[in-house]
């Protein structure tokens, strides 16, 4: 008999509203899944008191017959989120004891207008500045896959907490955020769907802050029918974030348009220079798109180093804009050790990569670099969105793989770090354009660890996008962790 | 509430322990970031590098000094800028 902390957000959904079960029981039930996956670290800090607080009230509205969307079901809330009373770390030296004084939009909203139930913070890399999980100042979380072959494997990055505890089902969702492909990466490596909404849909009131212009909210679930149910929730505008989008809410929960006749992308000049497994996954998700009558059409699309070199430059000189508010006077803490009265006892704080894209922020938006860099970056990041404008008149959806592999070994070292930056080179090109984008389970590569296939399609068309997902995910018979290794 | 100065400074420097190391990783990300020059030139036609001119109101052109320290009011020189009298803090 299946758990049920592990069945998926909507079938919980249900038997909450239907009183089979009840919150305070769920919650205890969430609360010793994660007690026995401790050896994972996906969970930074939990909110138990809050948590119970939250359940009560979700079973009261229960008894009484006036549940909220998500009543009682508990979600994990990736560590950049404020939720107010509550520590927010971004899982840095420099906030490792900052507590929220106020709360995130999206927190707010789902807790008090859709009766989710906070139980903690998860873990992530410092300030979302890593693909691996591994610079978090509270040490890796680890991949639930690991039990496959005996070897500890990264989560990925940078919502690795997040990804990890819904594959190990420790939370029914988790909030993530996606600057590069931080939720997209991820869901990849561990068997989970990711799924990023436009920029400007999900206010970034009380997110911690990394390069605001690509910064957006994301959600990770064990299933497409749960990103859309979660994604409702989460959507909306908010006047007090100058870049949320004052556009008409979609309905994702019930999404369903035909993929018919649509004309489905698919960079073919990228099909040649990635690993023959990582093909393979991605042919499915071609065929599932073509018995499903819908059109394929080869792109072309640019060598993706040139995406990834438009979006480090600009992300590094806004992380660079960005951290220059943790001074330790408002924000951030101090070293203790004697540096010298002249040196920035903040900075000394940061981890190696956060201060190695702060000094190439600051290189870049130097007066002396500004115009061949910065400015060429803002041009260059134009152009390619005009360039995705005309692409997606003709064409309705791009098809490409999330991840150019399967999970690595924590253990793995890059050789430097435009090597690690690698692991990004599918998902940047949805956060330079603003484009909604999604990594759905398709497979397993030739270790036999998960595959996502990433679907991108115009900016605002998250109804195509999560119409699409579902269609791949019913076909693509993947089967996730919980059902592989526990419920079989 | 009495208030005691004890030091205040404009800027404070970040400290650099290996530089060598830093000077490395930065060259190989700048040789990343340098593909850049390619995403032009697939199609020339539709696209040329034009620099424009600064636009004086955009904030970030305040950045004139290649010098720039973002932590130019980090006046934290000493352990506290501001020692608050009578305040005592718990451990």
């Known amino acids: ?488 | 509430m009495i208030f005691k100065i004890e030091s205040l400074s404009l800027k404070a420097k970040i400290r650099v322990l290996e530089r060598d190391k830093l000077e490395a990783d930065l060259s190989n990300m700048m040789e990343l970031i340098h593909e850049i020059q390619f995403v032009g030139t697939s199609n020339e036609s539709v696209y040329s590098y034009k620099t424009s001119e600064y636009r004086d109101d955009d904030p970030v052109n305040i950045i004139q000094d290649e010098n720039f320290d973002p932590f130019l009011n980090a006046s934290h020189v000493e352990d506290n800028m501001f020692e608050v009298e009578g305040v005592i803090e718990s451990d």
């Open chain 1, 1 to 488: 008999m299946i758990k049920p902390t592990h069945l998926q957000l909507h079938e919980i959904k249900k038997i909450l509203a239907d009183g089979q079960i009840s919150p305070l029981t769920l919650l205890n039930e969430i609360y010793q899944e994660i007690d026995e996956h401790q050896n994972l670290n996906n969970y930074v800090t939990l909110t138990k008191n809050l948590a119970f607080q939250q359940a009560e009230i979700s079973y009261e509205r229960i008894k009484k017959g006036n549940a909220r969307p998500l009543e009682g079901i508990p979600i994990g809330v990736k560590d950049l989120y404020l939720v107010k009373g509550e520590l927010a770390t971004s899982c840095s030296e420099v906030l490792r004891d900052f507590v929220a004084p106020f709360e995130s939009h999206i927190t707010k909203n789902l807790w008090e207008k859709s009766g989710a139930i906070c139980i903690g913070k998860l873990n992530m890399d410092e300030f979302a500045m890593g693909s691996s999980n591994r610079t978090s100042c509270f040490g890796p979380s680890i991949n639930p896959w690991s039990i496959k072959n005996g070897k500890e494997l990264v989560p990925g990055g940078s919502s690795g907490g997040s990804a990890s505890a819904v594959a190990a089902g420790t939370c029914f969702a988790a909030l993530g955020s996606d600057t590069g492909g931080s939720v997209r990466q991820p869901a990849s490596f561990c068997g989970v769907v990711g799924f990023k909404p436009s920029y400007g849909r999900c206010s970034r009131r009380g997110m911690i802050a990394y390069a605001s212009s690509f910064d957006q909210a994301g959600i990770l679930t064990r299933s497409v029918q749960d990103a859309a149910i979660m994604m409702d929730q989460m959507i909306g505008n908010d006047p007090l974030d100058a870049t949320s989008a004052k556009m008409p809410k979609p309905n994702l929960e019930n999404a369903n348009i035909s993929m018919h006749g649509k004309v489905v992308g698919y960079p073919a000049n990228w099909m040649t220079i990635i690993d023959e497994s990582v093909v393979n996954a991605w042919k499915k998700a071609l065929n599932i798109f073509a018995d499903l009558g819908a059109k394929i059409e080869p792109i072309e699309l640019l060598n993706f180093d040139s995406y990834l070199s438009v979006y480090y430059l600009l992300t590094t000189a806004e992380a660079a804009s960005n951290l220059a508010r943790y001074t330790g006077i408002c924000y951030g803490n101090k070293t203790k050790e004697d540096i010298g009265s002249a040196y920035n006892k903040t900075f000394e704080l940061f981890g190696e990569e956060v201060k190695r894209r702060i000094f190439t922020g600051l290189h870049d938006l130097s007066s002396e670099n500004y115009n061949l860099e910065y400015n060429l970056g803002l041009q260059t990041r134009s152009y390619i969105k005009r360039q995705f404008t005309d692409l997606f008149n003709k064409i309705d959806l791009i098809v490409y793989p999330s991840s150019p592999r399967e999970a690595f070994a924590l253990d793995n070292v890059f050789q430097n770090p435009a090597e690690s930056y690698h692991e990004d080179v599918f998902t940047v090109l949805a956060n330079l354009i603003g484009s909604p984008a999604i990594s759905v389970p398709i497979g397993y590569g030739k270790t036999g660890l998960p595959l996502g296939i990433h679907l991108m399609s115009e900016p605002f068309s998250e109804e195509l996008l999560i119409s699409a997902a579902k269609e791949v995910e019913a076909k693509a018979d993947f089967i996730d962790f919980l059902r592989s290794y526990h419920d079989k």
